[in-house]
């Protein structure tokens, strides 16, 4: 077995990879950007090494620095993880031809599979069932209209070279497709370096069944059955469980050995992936070989029993594989929830800052987390957004479900947007409570998943209010003044003041009335004597007749994020003394939604557009976001051009409505 590897990522799969390493005996080398400093796999590493500025072409793709910190380092091999380098056949030779071994398959396999539109041809040539589409080379923009239109509508354009739901559009009518196709090519061009695509018939109501193969250096091959990544936002993964509701054995073995003979028609080594799409009634079709360890592997390894990193080292070391077909079986159910910082509400933008509370589920029984981060890392705009991925187990599909909602009920971060209240209604939603599973469950529930709105328990209100008066009364006065002390008294009187919470865009009021017995505290029309304690971040409460506990987590500018009841509420302390009257001025500006790149300008000043109109294209995280005319006007004035980095809430149009 290899005594040194270095792993050539960051985040969840470097700590992933690395503790397995650590129970192996292995060391481990890290590699970190500037961006990366102080991440936590570097701290879980043996060693590490500085690759370069935070943007990945300057540090983690730099597959040549990479070799050679390997070399200086005294490592065996290289471990890619996912993302980065894992699927690219040039690094794999490289590393052959620097004698250390690639942690992965070898690079015939990765070229074969690795763009889309060639590994379509192959399987077609195997007879694996594909998806009525273009696979061709021709990437003339005219000729591939000519062929979406041939094929009918709704298509979906996918980047040849692509991955992880980037660079791909569904088109539904043929007057969207030219400006679908250059979004598309331009996103595969910045992520993959290639901007090739593939045209494909957009099955309705598809499922998304991949399955998990392992191939050794002796030519023997097994399928670890299958994993459902259906439910879906942007082509992105938000929930995968093991296994597929509703599938039966013949089908799973269908599925199977067609994966199986998908890898051997490559002389496959290692951990791979065989992604199919299938109808409803069961029909399956061959989508792409993904020629790596997937993200979503875990739940995999829960319903198996086994470590996947480990068979990969074995492997890769030049062992057979630990067992035979015969020897796998499913032991019950496993579901990953994606935790990511982003804001569902404002369409799952990339949410950028620093992490300041994270507190997790306890690791025992059913619940497993493999994160990449810690309370007080900051989230950069250069790298994918995700915090953690949340995995339970239980022995039925039921049980699972169950786990993972209370799991996501103790899951508290603030300091950056996330998506856990998000997963926590799809978790609870029909559709996916009865297994209904299809990549259109999240658009299909979107009035339920994504509320406009949301209501602020008056419990919550309390909460607050009685913080904020302890925290009050815990300041310190001035020694010799007693007109500081801010305990309430009043000469034969009670004191009352009016406090107000923002939230969104909603003041609440909550009155505090000082009294000999207690706090009243006065919200949502419930008046209550309060008691209770604060000790640090944690609020206990007697209020109404209950008595609760929550955190609080005091963020700048008066703002406070407040955990209860397994929900985040994200308040604002309005400073009234400050308020004053003011008229909104005539027309206005279009601030960045998110910090980013703005890649391209689309309109001119002075240009009269409708509403909807696309006024510029930003980048965050290799995801392309239009900015859109909020109503029919004129276009005042350009504020960046292309190719500038700005901060979120920047105005990039100066804006004027047309008059009503």
């Known amino acids: 077995m290899f005594k040194k590897i270095l792993i050539a990522n960051r985040g969840e799969i470097a700590c992933r990879v690395a503790a397995t390493a650590r129970g192996l ?29 935070a943007p990945a072409k300057e540090s983690y793709l730099r597959g040549d620095a990479i070799i050679g910190i390997a070399k200086q380092s005294g490592a065996q091999a290289i471990h890619p993880g996912y993302g980065f380098l894992s699927e690219n056949e040039d690094f794999a030779e490289a590393c052959a031809k620097a004698g250390l071994v690639f942690i992965g398959p070898p690079p015939s396999a990765i070229r074969a599979m690795g763009l889309k539109a060639e590994s379509k041809q192959l399987m077609e040539k195997a007879r694996v069932p594909l998806v009525p589409g273009y696979h061709g080379g021709n990437q003339d923009p005219a000729f591939l209209q000519q062929q979406a239109d041939g094929i009918g509508y709704p298509v979906l354009i996918k980047a040849s070279a692509g991955g992880g739901g980037k660079g791909m559009r569904i088109v539904e009518k043929s007057a969207d497709f030219t400006a679908a196709l250059a979004s598309c090519k ?3 061009s910045s992520s993959f370096g290639d901007d090739a695509v593939l045209i494909e018939k957009y099955l309705q109501r598809p499922r998304h069944i991949e399955i998990q193969v392992f191939a050794d250096s002796h030519g023997e091959c097994v399928y670890l059955f299958e994993r459902d990544c259906s439910v879906q936002r ?18 799973r073995k269908a599925m199977g050995e067609a994966a199986v003979a998908a890898a051997k028609a490559v002389n496959y080594v290692g951990a791979g992936t065989v992604e199919f799409i299938a109808d409803q009634g069961g029909t399956f079709f061959f989508m792409e070989m993904n020629t790596r360890l997937q993200v979503e592997h875990p739940v995999t390894e829960e319903i198996t029993g086994l470590d996947l990193v ?66 007080g890392d900051a989230i950069s705009p250069y790298y994918d957004p995700m915090i953690a991925k949340l995995i339970v187990w239980g022995a039925n599909r039921e049980a699972a479900l ?47 998943l994504l509320p406009t709105q949301s209501e602020i328990p008056p419990m919550v209100l309390a909460l607050a209010a009685f913080a904020q008066v302890r925290a009050e009364q815990a300041a310190p006065a001035a020694p010799a003044s007693p007109w500081d002390l801010r305990d309430g008294w009043r000469l034969h009187l009670s004191a009352k003041r009016a406090l107000e919470f923002k939230a969104g865009a909603v003041n609440h009021g909550v009155e505090v009335e000082y009294r000999r017995e207690g706090i009243l505290i006065t919200a949502g029309g419930i008046a209550a004597l309060a008691q209770g304690t604060v000790a640090g971040r944690e609020v206990t409460l007697a209020w109404n007749g209950e008595r609760v506990q929550a955190q609080l987590v005091g963020e700048a500018g008066g703002k406070r994020v ?22 909104e001025e005539a027309g206005g500006g279009l601030t960045a939604p998110m910090s980013g790149k703005v890649l391209s300008v689309l309109v001119q000043a002075g240009a009269e557009v409708e509403k909807g109109a696309p006024l510029l294209v930003m980048e965050a995280m290799k995801m392309e976001h239009t900015i859109s005319a909020p109503a029919k006007g004129r276009v005042v004035q350009i504020r960046h051009a292309a190719g500038e980095q700005v901060a979120e809430g920047v105005e990039l149009v100066a804006f004027e409505p047309a008059a009503s």
């Open 234 to 251: 942007r082509h992105q993964k938000v929930l995968e469980e093991a296994p597929a509701p509703g599938m039966s054995e013949e089908r």
């Open 25 to 53: 005996g292995i060391q481990t080398v890290a590699v970190y950007s500037d961006a990366d400093a102080n991440a936590r796999h570097v701290a879980e590493c043996d060693e590490a090494y500085y690759l370069g500025p």
């Open 562 to 583: 407040l955990f209860f009841a397994g929900r985040r509420f994200d308040l604002e302390l309005v400073d009234q003394a400050a308020q004053f009257d003011h008229e």
């Open 186 to 188: 331009r996103e595969a």
């Open 310 to 375: 480990e068979w990969q080292l074995r492997v890769a070391d030049g062992e057979p594989l630990p067992l035979t077909q015969d020897e796998l079986a499913i032991d019950g159910h496993a579901i990953e929830a994606r935790i990511y910082a982003e804001n569902p509400l404002k369409n799952f933008l990339p949410s950028i800052g620093t992490i300041s509370h994270m507190r997790m589920p306890v690791e025992d029984g059913p619940v497993r987390i493999d994160s990449g981060v810690r309370e």
């Open 402 to 448: 169950a786990a993972m909602a209370q799991a996501l009920r103790e899951c508290e971060i603030s300091g950056v947007a996330t998506n856990v209240e998000f997963l926590g209604r799809v978790i609870g939603c029909k559709d996916f409570a009865t297994g209904a599973v299809d990549t259109g469950l999240i658009e299909r529930n979107r009035a339920e």
